[in-house]
């Protein structure tokens, strides 16, 4: 097999990369384009998320790409995490309003329904609110569920 040649591309910030097939070969070359945040399909979006946490509401900007565990810790609130993977359930929250998706996570499906989920694994597809919880009241229900 023939070695291919090398591609020295920008480590600029500013560039995001795709590929797109060479019609003269199977091989695929990696093209520099302007950052994608103009482009309407692939826009990241900004949503308003509250988070009611140590008797307080605090109102946080997340973007969908983010997670609400993240901007959470960033924003310098100190909401319980371990794992940041969706398996530890160490940072439980309630969903009082709105959606996110935690396809990531390993709540079961009937504990999500119930309004249930994990900052860590919650992106934000709209303006949301949620309230922190006890990890036991959260780890009662997956087991019960898990148990059914």
Same mark, same amino acid.
């Given at each position: 097999? #023939?070695?291919? =040649?090398?591609?020295?591309?920008?480590?600029?910030?500013?560039?995001?990369?795709?590929?797109?097939?060479?019609?003269?070969? =199977?091989?695929?070359?990696?093209?520099?384009?302007?950052?994608?945040?103009?482009?309407?399909?692939?826009?990241?979006?900004?949503?308003?998320?509250?988070?009611?946490?140590?008797?307080?509401?605090?109102?946080?900007?997340?973007?969908?790409?983010?997670?609400?565990?993240?901007? #959470?810790?960033?924003?310098?609130?100190?909401?319980?995490?371990?794992?940041?993977?969706?398996?530890?359930?160490?940072?439980? #929250?309630?969903?009082?309003? %709105?959606?996110?998706?935690?396809?990531? %996570?390993?709540?079961?499906?009937?504990?999500? $329904?119930?309004?249930?989920?994990?900052?860590?694994?919650?992106?934000?597809?709209?303006?949301?609110?949620?309230?922190?919880?006890? $990890?036991? $009241?959260?780890?009662?229900?997956?087991? #019960?569920?898990?148990?059914?």
């Amino acid at each position: 097999m #023939a070695s291919l =040649p090398a591609l020295h591309l920008p480590a600029t910030p500013s560039f995001k990369y795709f590929l797109l097939p060479n019609k003269k070969s =199977p091989i695929h070359h990696t093209l520099p384009l302007p950052c994608l945040r103009h482009c309407s399909f692939s826009a990241v979006r900004a949503y308003k998320v509250l988070v009611e946490h140590g008797g307080g509401t605090t109102e946080l900007e997340v973007d969908s790409d983010e997670t609400i565990l993240s901007k #959470a810790l960033d924003s310098g609130l100190d909401v319980p995490h371990d794992c940041k993977l969706g398996v530890c359930m160490t940072c439980p #929250a309630r969903l009082v309003g %709105g959606s996110v998706d935690q396809s990531e %996570g390993m709540l079961s499906d009937d504990v999500i $329904e119930r309004g249930y989920t994990l900052m860590c694994v919650a992106y934000p597809k709209s303006d949301c609110h949620v309230r922190v919880i006890p $990890e036991e $009241e959260l780890l009662s229900l997956q087991l #019960a569920t898990a148990n059914d």
